[in-house]
């Protein structure tokens, strides 16, 4: 998809130097793909903090873990 965006050129250039990239749409594209998955890690953690779970007792966990 082609955008046309008024976009500063220092934030346009802060954003390149960053994600390391050689052209405007890789840096653009680097950064709102972060972005996703922050918001969908905040997401996930106030569903987590709804019901949390508690372990009292690590090796429970890695008996778990191995078991699969």
């Known amino acids: 998809m082609k955008v046309t965006a008024m976009i500063p050129d ?7 130097e960053y994600t390391q990239s050689a052209t405007i749409t890789e840096a653009i594209t ?15 953690n106030k569903k987590i903090a709804q019901n949390p779970v ?5 090796q429970q966990i890695r008996d778990i873990n191995r078991a699969t």
């Open 10 to 16: 220092d934030l346009v250039n802060t954003v390149k």
């Open 54 to 58: 508690y372990v009292n007792n690590g």
């Open 30 to 44: 680097i950064v709102l793909k972060d972005w996703i998955d922050i918001h969908n890690t905040k997401e996930l």
